[in-house]
């Protein structure tokens, strides 16, 4: 990348960075106008977009491979991408990015919603509905039902999947080599919320599900005007479309472009977790050797 590229780049996130969480909180005169923006903010903000991706050619592609990774929210690194999971003490610009996305699935913004990585089955807010809530009936219900009577609500129990439920996030994304530029880059395809399961979240089964894939370029308009916070110091933060791009957070291979059908390191490691990280490290020390070694002669 050269300096010029990345001069831009950061000056891009601190120009966004100066928006964040605690806006007008020193101009306010009462707590009413925390978060207000200005008219000029606000016109800014109506500008405001994530940089569009350059075309690539297919004849520009020297060199491509397609990963999968797990994106462990219980390490710290990826904290940026969990909490906040208690939004009622805290303001409306601070959220999770399962809080982003489903919002944005409610309100129709993010629309390219599918069952699998490769985009083949679409879903919709309502194919969802038993994906991401559990509604279920008391005894006491049960008998009112058998009794021909009404239920009452206060014997209906509902369970509803929340940030706090979410324990990772699955990732696709192709590296490649750009010829014409001679660099490797990378670019995400989809990212997927990973919770237990509904249906057994209170139980002692517990099985992990991809609750739905969101198509990425179709999510980088809200992500890129949702702000998180990261690091200590409140007054500089990024938006969750550069975190992302910018590959800021931690995650492991488990699944590559391979000729047995795309199939998973737990499939040929089996009952082996030591070796399945090494088997990941593997794959991430041969993409990073790539680009290195189209330099040897």
Request: aromatic share 14%; net charge negative.
């Amino acid at each position: 990348m050269s300096w010029k590229r990345f001069f831009v780049f950061n000056c891009m996130i601190f120009m966004g960075a100066a928006s964040f969480g605690q806006a007008n909180i020193l101009n306010a005169s009462k707590p009413e106008d925390i978060f207000k923006k200005s008219e000029a903010q606000i016109a800014v903000d109506k500008q405001d977009k994530p940089l569009e991706y350059g075309y690539v050619g297919e004849r520009d592609i020297l060199w491509s491979k397609g990963t999968w990774e797990i994106i462990d929210l219980d390490e710290r690194v990826n904290f940026p991408l969990y909490y906040p999971i208690d939004t009622n003490n805290i303001g409306k610009n601070r959220r999770s990015l399962y809080d982003v996305l489903i919002t944005g699935i409610k309100q129709g913004k993010i629309q390219n919603i599918y069952a699998d990585s490769y985009f083949k089955e679409k879903r919709t807010l309502k194919d969802l509905g038993a994906t991401l809530s559990k509604i279920d009936t008391t005894d006491l219900g049960v008998e009112q039902y058998n009794a021909g009577e009404e239920i009452d609500a206060q014997f209906i129990d509902r369970r509803d999947l929340t940030s706090a439920d979410i324990s990772e996030y699955h990732i696709r994304g192709i590296w490649y080599f750009d010829k014409r530029l001679a660099e490797l880059k990378y670019r995400i395809l989809g990212i997927a919320p990973v919770a237990p399961d509904v249906n057994f979240i209170d139980t002692d089964q517990v099985d992990m599900v991809e609750l739905f894939w969101v198509f990425y370029p179709d999510a980088r308009d809200i992500l890129y005007k949702s702000e998180v916070f990261v690091g200590e110091n409140t007054s500089q933060s990024i938006n969750f479309d550069h975190l992302l791009n910018s590959r800021r957070f931690d995650g492991v291979i488990y699944k590559e472009d391979n000729v047995q059908g795309d199939r998973e390191i737990d499939e040929y490691i089996a009952e082996n977790a030591f070796m399945q990280l090494m088997e990941s490290e593997r794959i991430k020390e041969r993409i990073r050797n790539f680009e290195q070694d189209v330099w040897s002669y």
